[in-house]
């Protein structure tokens, strides 16, 4: 089965330093997706940056990359130049084979709190 | 705008009432769910949907059942609320993924559910 595994609870980080988010998955396909969803306090989620396990560069999107390391099974989300907007929860998630490719597995969420 | 619609951003309901949580997208998307978040545990799949009248179970489906009569709208129901059913639950749809495409979700700004 794929599983998602965010080990931080929670992240501080002062306003215009850079934050990076862990992500590690497990799974035994070859073909998947990795996603970072950001979940401000309001709760609506919103997609933030995708990777394809068969791209060899690593995904940016503005402030946001994703730091693929396929042979570790990580995607970590960094966060460059942190503002205060930035405050809000944050999942990974990935799909495969295993999960009949159409749904997501999402991990349990990553708490960023932007200080001044 | 495209967007995915919850009809209730806060629902208060007494145990045992049926309850329906109601989802609409006007992306055409081919494919909806419902997932539930809790604190520490992330979000669940509940159920989803695939194509008009089709549904799968997800990950913790007991206690819930679903509909989908249009493909634009998809229906939760919780036939005999209980109190651990409080919870946040968001829909999201997504266009069919094939193996090598995105595949990434649109989600509803969620409904906040309380079972007392």
């Known amino acids: 089965a794929q599983k998602i595994t965010q080990t931080q609870p929670g992240m501080f980080v002062q306003e215009k330093e850079a934050v990076t988010l862990d992500c590690t998955y497990d799974t035994s396909d070859q073909s998947y997706g990795l996603f970072w969803y950001k979940q401000p306090s309001s709760g609506e989620m919103i997609f933030l940056i995708y990777?394809?396990?068969?791209?060899?560069q690593n995904a940016t999107e503005g402030r946001y990359s994703l730091n693929f390391q396929k042979a570790r099974k990580s995607a970590n989300l960094v966060i460059s130049a942190s503002q205060l907007g930035d405050s809000a929860m944050y999942f990974c998630?990935?799909?495969?084979?295993?999960?009949?490719?159409?749904?997501?597995?999402f991990g349990t969420g990553t708490r960023l709190l932007v200080s001044p | 705008d495209v967007k995915v619609t919850q009809s209730s951003r806060y629902l208060v309901k007494r145990t045992g009432e049926k309850v329906f949580l109601e989802c609409v997208q006007d992306?055409?998307?081919?494919?909806m769910f419902w997932y539930r978040q809790d604190p520490g545990l992330g979000l669940r799949l509940i159920y989803f949907?695939?194509?008009?009248?089709?549904?799968e179970k997800g990950d913790i489906p007991e206690g819930y059942s679903v509909s989908r009569e249009k493909k634009e709208r998809f229906s939760l129901i919780l036939e005999s609320a209980s109190t651990n059913q409080t919870s946040m639950y968001l829909c999201a749809s997504s266009l069919l993924a094939a193996m090598d495409s995105f595949g990434g979700y649109t989600f509803g700004s969620g409904t906040r559910l309380t079972v007392v």
């Open positions: 998630a990935m799909r495969g084979l295993n999960t009949g490719f159409q749904k997501l597995v």
């Open positions: 990777q394809g396990s068969y791209d060899e």
């Open positions: 949907s695939y194509d008009v009248k089709m549904k």
């Open positions: 992306m055409d998307h081919e494919n």
